[in-house]
Structure formats: C-alpha cells, structure tokens
C-alpha cells in the first residue's frame, strides 16, 4: 500500500500547475495507518465503522482500533472525523480535534442488538450496552447504564431518511435534504461521512449535493452491468454486517429476482470462512428468488449455508466455472440478478467479464 500511494502523488504531480489547490483522498488499509502517518499529516483523518472482518488478519475490532490508534497518535495535528453511532470512536484518550457524525432517526424499531453483533459490550466498564436506536449491527444511538458512557454530541447528523430503495436513498442532513444512487444504510452512513469531511474544509451544500448526484456505482459496489438482455448488479461483501446490509438492500428490491453468491477463501478475502454463519442468509427466503447461483473456491461451503439457511435446494445452481456462471446468468428468469462477491471472487470475475466484453473498463 505504502509504494502504491507514493506512485498515485507521483503520477499526479505537475511542476507546471502549483497554483492550483488540490485534495488527495487516500484510502488506507487499517494495518498501514502506522505506516502512512510517518510521512503524511492529513488534515483530516475520518473512520467509518469497525466490524470483524478477515479474521485471520486483524482478529476481533479491539484489535483493528489499536492498529488505526498506532498511525493516528503519530499525527495529534490532523483533525478526526468519525463516526459517533460507532461506540469504539467514542472516549479517545488522544490530542487531536475530534468532530462526530452520525443519525438522529433508525427505520428499525427493534433496540435490541443482534446476538452475533459486534462491539456489544462498553469499552469502558465491560456492561452491556443499551440502544435508544440501533441503525445497524453495533450503530446507533448507545449509551451504558452502569458508567455513564454514552454517543457523544453529533455536529453532523442524518435527520431523516425520506425514502430508500435498492437503487438510491433521499435523506435530510442538518435540515437539508441530500439524494444518492446507491440504496442501503450503509451508503447513507457514506455519505454523510463524505458530507462531514466537506463540510470541516467549508465545501457549500449545493456542491456537495452535485457530486452525490453525479457520482455513479463501480469496481463490484453495486456496479450494473448487462450480460446479453439481463441486468446484473454486482455487490462486494467481506464480512457478516456487510453482508446483512446488502441483504437488507436487496430486500427491497420489488421486481423479480435472482442472486449469485461467490465464495473465495484466498489472503485478501480472509481465509477463515466461518464469518459466513453469522451472515443472515435467513431472510433472503421471503424473497422468493427465481434462480440461486453458486460459484467461487469454496462454492459447497456456500451452498451447505444456503441449504441450512432454508433456501429452496431445487433452486440453487452450482457453477465451477465462470463459464457456466455466466450463461446461467444470462439465462435468468428474473428481470435483476444480484451477486453477492467476496473481495478476490470480484476482482476475478470482473477479469473474465473483461476478457469478454461485459465490462469495458477493469478499474
């Protein structure tokens, strides 16, 4: 990663445009903060969520926080922006200037949290959180009833969720209504981190509200694309609360559909699959999928946890190749199949689409 964001500053640079202010926004890997931090003094660092994912790397999120901690410590100058609804983010014992976003308002009514939820105890006295709201997984709206520890104060917030649909959301943040093309929870949370991040470098509102509206989805994160006459929307999933948002999307589908489940076990997808049974595959059998297909290197782990799940077996189609894949796609009866595809699975399969002309561009 370190290399990889030293050639994108190198491949930007121009001796001849110093006139020109200009924002490099960096993606950073959770273990590498530590690294980029020892050269970079962000002006502003932001952390979305922290959900177990590749288990086999990072171990539970206590031990994710501490590897993020590592790299922003170095940086006490950089401004922090994070997640509120995250109770990890809250009670940082660190120098730099801390702003919290986050929602004032859930469509889930339940304040219970979810048996296989992370993050559920304080991180202060070890009780048992409590929920005024929980938006999804561990967020939401907690407080400690034994210490006192609680979300601290929100300077951006989603007021409202006006609409969502599996292909876009209308929200109102800080009295002002934001659209978006993704459906999903969890792009809102997106977007309002991206909005806070503006907002902290005095971006207006109407230009913040032109890129949402201009930004459109790609690289497997709800990308469509068309193979012969079907509609295929692809959707990265690396761990079970992503997982169980892009089921919560596809779930509000209203059009008849299939769905494809990619399975891989290589490093960059984790090579602990067992995260796949605390995945709520459950609630895809009020959905009444046309067709389910099955693919990746660990298609019969896939399809075992579909079975358990209770998923029509007579409906589940197992491909071994991304030939077969794709001609069962495009015999599909349903008007969107949707594949659901762990990181190395995506990358893969994109490749082939490539090589056959589904996709043009392969980054």
Excluded at 267 to 295: C, H, M, P, Q, R
Aim: aromatic content about 12%; overall charge negative; charged content about 20%.
């Amino acid at each position: 990663m370190l290399p990889g964001i030293v050639s994108c500053f190198i491949s930007n640079y121009k001796f001849n445009n110093k006139t020109q202010e200009k924002y490099a926004v960096i993606e950073v890997d959770e273990a590498n903060v530590k690294f980029i931090t020892e050269y970079i003094t962000p002006e502003v660092i932001t952390i979305t969520n922290l959900f177990r994912d590749q288990l086999d790397r990072y171990g539970e999120v206590y031990t994710t926080l501490n590897k993020i901690m590592e790299g922003i410590v170095k940086v006490p100058e950089s401004t922090l922006v994070l997640n509120g609804d995250e109770s990890l983010l809250g009670n940082l014992d660190i120098k730099n200037p801390i702003v919290y976003y986050g929602f004032t308002t859930s469509n889930i009514t339940n304040k219970e949290i979810d048996i296989n939820a992370d993050a559920k105890f304080c991180k202060v006295c070890k009780s048992p959180y409590k929920y005024n709201f929980i938006t999804y997984n561990h967020l939401g709206d907690f407080y400690c009833d034994n210490c006192g520890y609680s979300r601290p104060l929100l300077t951006y917030r989603v007021e409202s969720i006006i609409s969502a649909s599996s292909e876009s959301s209308s929200f109102k943040i800080n009295n002002t209504v934001f659209n978006i093309n993704q459906g999903g929870v969890y792009n809102i949370y997106n977007a309002l981190c991206a909005y806070a991040v503006c907002k902290e470098l005095n971006i207006e509102d109407e230009y913040i509200q032109s890129s949402f509206s201009n930004q459109s989805s790609s690289f497997g994160r709800q990308e469509i694309i068309n193979i012969g006459s079907k509609k295929v929307k692809i959707i990265l999933v690396k761990n079970p609360a992503g997982y169980n948002q892009a089921i919560d999307t596809v779930m509000l589908n209203d059009s008849s559909a299939s769905a494809a489940f990619l399975l891989n076990d290589n490093y960059a997808d984790g090579t602990d699959i067992s995260w796949i049974w605390d995945v709520n595959f459950e609630k895809l059998t009020s959905l009444n999928l046309k067709e389910i297909f099955i693919g990746g290197d660990r298609l019969y782990d896939m399809a075992v946890r579909l079975k358990i799940a209770g998923l029509d077996k007579d409906t589940l189609q197992l491909k071994d190749s991304y030939e077969q894949l794709t001609e069962g796609l495009s015999k599909s009866t349903a008007d969107i199949t949707y594949i659901f595809a762990t990181y190395t699975a995506m990358i893969n399969y994109r490749k082939y689409l490539h090589s056959k002309g589904y996709i043009e561009k392969l980054w």
